[in-house]
């Protein structure tokens, strides 16, 4: 189908990620879903739609081997949701020094990295999407906690939105997602709503941006966050 859309889905292999393939692959997409290791879940949404990639966006010959196998493709959505939250609970203080280091790396060196290996995988118009945090805004956080993931959520928005004036002329949509409070691995068992429900708000919230140029911060329902 010429009018198919492509997303390359970074970060797939359970949770949002897997939802998000799922959410796509229903919509009528071509999706390419990596996963760091092998995934149950993705291999059970076998389709033609759909290719299963294995990459660490930590490792950087990881990255540049992927971007070799997918020569020739044109994504209209590349969405890095790769993210870590090790140690969320404690303090700063007492997070040893590598495994606070090791969150910093994967949730905001890696992805905005990752991106700009792959701009040239990007479709005219198309739109790079980020899995953030409302916990990465710095002016919403009036509760403290989950500090080093929340400070790690703020460097990635920070440097995204250098990352999009940085390229601002070549035209492309640059968005990053707070998914809500879900019921994930990550967000626990009292969360406030399932992965269906975030992920089919970001897809919408997604469909709306695409073709639109600049940064948005935004939750899943589309309501824009405070920096």
């Known amino acids: 189908m010429a009018s198919q859309k492509n997303a390359l889905i970074v970060g797939a292999s359970r949770g949002l990620g897997l939802g998000l393939v799922e959410t796509f692959l229903q919509r009528g997409w071509r999706v390419t879903a ?4 092998a ?4 291999a059970a949404l076998a389709s033609d739609a759909l ?4 990459a660490d966006i930590d490792d950087d010959r990881a990255v540049s ?6 020569a020739g493709q044109s994504f209209d959505l590349i969405f890095v949701v ?6 969320a609970h404690e303090p700063l203080h007492l997070v040893p020094r590598d495994v606070a280091a090791q969150v910093y790396l994967t949730n905001a060196i890696s992805p905005v ?3 700009e290996a792959f701009l040239d995988r990007l479709a005219p118009k198309g739109l790079v999407a980020f899995m953030s945090s409302i916990l990465g805004s710095v002016g919403l956080n009036e509760s403290g906690g989950w500090e080093n993931y929340r400070a790690s959520k703020a460097a990635l928005n920070t440097l995204v939105r250098s990352f999009e004036i940085r390229h601002r002329e070549a035209g492309f949509g640059v968005l990053l997602l707070h998914p809500g409070w879900v019921r994930t691995e990550m967000g626990g068992a009292d969360a406030d709503i399932d992965v269906a429900t975030s992920v089919t708000g970001m897809a919408d919230v997604i469909a709306a941006r695409l073709g639109q140029s600049g940064t948005a911060y935004l939750d899943y329902t589309g309501k824009t966050l405070d920096w």
């Open 39 to 42: 995934s149950p879940g993705l």
């Open 82 to 87: 790769a993210g870590v939250a090790t140690q």
């Open 65 to 70: 081997t992927l971007h070799d196998r997918l």
């Open 51 to 54: 290719t299963v990639e294995t």
């Open 113 to 115: 990295r990752f991106a």
């Open 34 to 37: 990596t996963q760091r290791s």
